[in-house]
């Protein structure tokens, strides 16, 4: 049996990873690094098939990275962890299977409350 990925199992067909929203793309982001068994792969898929291009002709998040990130990683390696107190870090923490702290616990919560809340305001204006 195939399991499916986040983005494949969206309902928007993965308009959430194209998003130019800035809380979509945390989202989209979130759901990477949170539910995705393939982030690696699909990341590695991405920084293969982008090969030196430039942040404009990159698009959508791939293995948890905008196209700034992917081309930043391409050219100077990984970046700084991000820092508790973030979802990113939130995680983290899950992708570790370590228990997340306070402060990214928290993060996590309000990030899981807008975007509760965005759903709803979507779904008011359909
Ligand atoms: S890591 Fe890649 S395959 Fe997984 S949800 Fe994100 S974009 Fe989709
Ligand atoms: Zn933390």
């Known amino acids: ?18 998003s130019t929203d800035e809380l979509d793309i945390i989202e989209a982001k979130g759901m990477c690094f949170n539910h995705c068994p393939a982030r690696q792969a699909c990341l590695d898929l991405a920084l293969t098939a982008e090969g030196g291009k430039g942040t404009d002709s990159r698009f959508g998040i791939f293995g948890g990275l905008t196209p700034r990130q992917r081309r930043q990683l391409a050219k100077h390696g990984p970046a700084p962890e991000a820092p508790c107190g973030t979802p990113l870090a939130y995680a983290r923490h899950r992708r570790r299977q ?23 305001q979507r779904a008011n204006a359909c």
């Open 1 to 18: 049996m195939t399991t499916l990925t986040p983005c494949q199992q969206d309902d928007d067909n993965g308009e959430l990873w194209f």
């Open 98 to 120: 370590e228990p997340p702290c306070h402060a990214c616990c928290t993060a996590e919560a309000a990030r899981a409350q807008e975007r509760k809340a965005r759903r709803k």
